[in-house]
């Protein structure tokens, strides 16, 4: 534990940053003592930080770049050694691992927790040591003008990397990629092999998001001498290891280090803003194409930055909300350096406004309605690891049962996910990983500076995500204490700071009156859980307390509201009627009784309604879980409960009133 503290502090120099000019301007924008206040604290951050300052666009490939996926089989070594510091202390990374000890098999991307049969690794925290041995195309090494980039889909939580015996990077935080430019590396050490090493550490701090701590339990006569237990405030399975694919490419030295699309509308005309950032060069050529589906071009521009004009467009919709909902133009970047070199890039283009009324969430102007559920990145055996199968399972769930939106609670998923998100018309709340922030002490300087930085990487991956239509930066925090007011005000700022074209809003169980952060949202989201937390097995309880609570929110802050959790847990198979808690029937009548209220409310201000949960997930250990949480509308294994059937008759009932449903769309419940 102490060498993840360590090297986490040393970590904090390098990678929590704010960005410093935007930083400067909010604190002008301010007056009087709060302005000293400001100042003090944001001084403060800025002496930790440096902006990020490089892009991260998803690895694609293209007649300048290649791609070679080196996940599958890796090996891995837990480090059981009491302070868990073995490995550094002896450089595990210097030779390889199996050098070192015994080693086992691991799958990449996985969590290692559910792979073994050693409840041991199952609920190991500290560091686990993965490595891989990869050959590198000899022309990537020999050909000195191309830039060879080794990238990490996401590890959790705290990550180094090795390339032959070097350091290359380190990264502070799950759910997001990291990578490092590794040329210099390979053409240092001879040959073409490339042994990769990766230290992951899944150990929480009160300063990690999500925070957690480490209890030791010093009473001798009920633990062992060393004996700690790691606590969290958070509703799931801290599964850890690399969950998204790692990945090897290429690009030229000159190369399109960042792409910044925005768009919008007028009448007719579509218009697309670019910023194109270019690295290794300072004249390079942009010349940037925007081509519809049948590969027609329809826009094209010179230079770095501009607007592109699209007569006749096509807008980018939710599905159910248009017959032709998801339209992606494609748009190609090509940047020439002096050398002639041309780095190309494509990124998928959907032309699309979002704004927020104080009653309404508008898409392309119209009225959007979230029918949607909440997520998690959860399946059998893998964990957290990401799997092609279960994204277009989970996908095609989504569409039979008509949900048109989804939370990516409570963490970033992987963005192949937003990519299907784009591609199908399913709309996003894109959330960060600030959940189970309930300790005082989460509130300090240090914390906000890395959820700052956590929201810069955030929104750096996922800007140009038509999917992607408000950003969540917290889920129920402890957001009545005192410290939560000046948190949440610089956070939002900050994030609307980044990305002026969403809304930003944060997931809220507090009480209306007394919700510090609330007034610095666009979109109140609430959860609540009447007749499950509340008065257990009281569902004629929940139109009473539902109205009420709605009519509170509104009356005092008049933005509308989300209906971002609610449900109950049901035990598949498991029944009774009348309905009894934890029986698919009582699952069924809460959301029965939560949905004669968002009838009514639907109709004034509440936009949107989100099951809690999709389909049942893991969670710790505790008395109050049966393996895992089972308020899922379908199991782990994705086979529907009553709740799934009751939900798709409702969002298709819903689609069909208030959008327009394609032609090939079925109205099941006919
Ligand atoms: C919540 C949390 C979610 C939990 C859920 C529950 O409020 O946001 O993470 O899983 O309740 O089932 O307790």
Known sequence: MYKIERLTSRAQRKCFSVNKQTVEQRVMGSSGAERAAERLLLAALCSVCQALQDGMLFPTESPSREVKDVSGLWIFRADESPERSRGFEQQWYKSPLAETGPVIDMPVPSSYNDITQDAQIRDFIGWVWYEKDVWVPARWIQDRGTRIVLRVGSAHYYSVLWVNGVKVTEHVGGHLPFEADISGVLRQTSGNQCRITIAVNNTLTLETLPPGTIQYMTDRSRYPAGYFVQNTNFDFFNYAGIHRPVLLYTTPKAHIDDITVETTFSDNIGLVSFNVSVLGSSKAAVKVTLSAQDGRCVASADGSRGVLKVTDVNLWWPYLMHENPAYLYSMEVQATAEDGQTD???????????????????????????????????????????????????????????????????????????????????????????????????????????????????????????????????????????????????????????????????????????????????????????????????????????????????????????????????????????????????????????????????????????????????????????????????????????????????????????????????????
Not at 504 to 512: C, D, H, L, P
Request: contains cysteine; glycine residues 6%; charged residues 20%.
């Open 344 to 670: 190309v890039y494509t990124l998928p283009v959907g032309i699309r406004t979002v704004k927020v009324t104080s009653t309404q969430f508008l898409i392309n102007n119209k009225p959007f309605y979230f029918h949607g559920v909440n997520k998690h990145e959860d399946a059998d055996i893998r964990g957290k690891g990401f799997d092609w199968p279960l994204v277009v399972k989970d996908f095609n769930l989504m569409k039979w049962m008509g949900a048109n939106s989804f939370r990516t609670s409570h963490y970033p998923y992987a963005e192949e996910i937003l990519q299907m998100a784009d591609r199908h018309g399913i709309v996003i709340i894109d959330e960060c990983p600030g959940v189970g922030i309930k300790d005082i002490r989460s509130f300090g300087n240090v914390s906000l500076a890395h959820h700052l930085t956590v929201m810069e990487e955030l929104v750096r991956r996922d800007k140009n995500h038509p999917s992607v239509v408000m950003w969540s930066v917290a889920n129920e925090p402890a957001s009545e204490m005192p410290p939560a007011g000046f948190y949440f005000k610089e956070l939002v700022s900050h994030t609307r700071s980044l990305d002026s074209s969403r809304p930003v809003t944060y997931i809220t169980a507090s009480n209306y009156a007394r919700d510090l952060g609330a007034p610095y949202v666009d979109v109140i989201c609430v959860n609540s859980y009447f007749s499950w937390y509340q008065d257990p097995g009281h569902t004629e309880l929940i139109g009473l307390q539902l109205n009420t609570q709605f009519d509170n929110w509104y009356g005092k802050y008049q933005k509308p509201i989300i209906q971002s959790e609610y449900g109950a847990d049901a035990v598949p198979g498991l029944h009774s009627d009348p309905p009894m808690m934890f029986t698919e029937e009582y699952q069924k009548t809460v959301l029965q009784n939560y949905h004669n209220v968002f009838d009514q409310k639907r109709k004034e201000f509440v936009i949107g309604e989100l099951i809690w949960n999709f389909a049942d997930f893991m969670t710790s250990q505790s008395i109050i879980r049966v393996v895992g949480n089972k308020k899922g509308i379908f199991t782990r294994q994705r086979q529907p409960k009553a709740g799934a059937f009751l939900l798709r008759e409702r969002y298709w009932r819903i689609a069909n009133e208030t959008g327009v449903l394609p032609t090939w769309a079925r109205y099941p419940c006919l």
